[in-house]
């Protein structure tokens, strides 16, 4: 299977996770494994495979925002990417910690001000 399709494949298994189930430990476990999958293949494809890169980084375009928002992610947390690929990616995830007002927003608030805490330089992307 193309890494790409394998990573839109994962990112819809986790969103088909009923996430109000998270106080069962196997649902948990389930999505840290498919959590830690997506990771696995953004690292892959930026060590392994690095032209496919530009596919991935199609992703931050994609029309799922689940598909966005994980792209945007791992693009800067395993992946090799130039400051205008990080700012979108950036610009995803700031999006959604601005207008999603459920606990995933406020969990991407949380994560952006820990990012720009780890990498001020970040900040001068946005």
């Not at 991407?108 to 001020?120: G, S, V």
């Amino acid at each position: 299977m193309d890494l790409i399709a394998e990573y839109l494949v994962t990112v819809r298994e986790i969103s088909d996770i009923n996430h109000a189930d998270f106080g069962n430990k196997e649902t948990v476990k389930t999505n840290n494994g498919l959590a830690d999958k997506l990771r696995a293949i953004a690292s892959e494809i930026n060590i392994e495979y690095p032209e496919m890169k530009s596919d991935f980084y199609q992703l931050l375009f994609h029309d799922n925002p689940d598909v966005r928002l994980c792209a945007a992610h791992h693009i800067l947390e395993v992946m090799n990417f130039g400051d205008e690929c990080r700012a979108r990616a950036l610009q995803e995830i700031k999006y959604v910690s601005a207008f999603d007002k459920s606990i995933n927003g406020l969990g991407n608030k949380m994560w952006l001000e820990q990012w720009f805490a780890q990498h001020p330089e970040d900040a001068n992307l946005l």
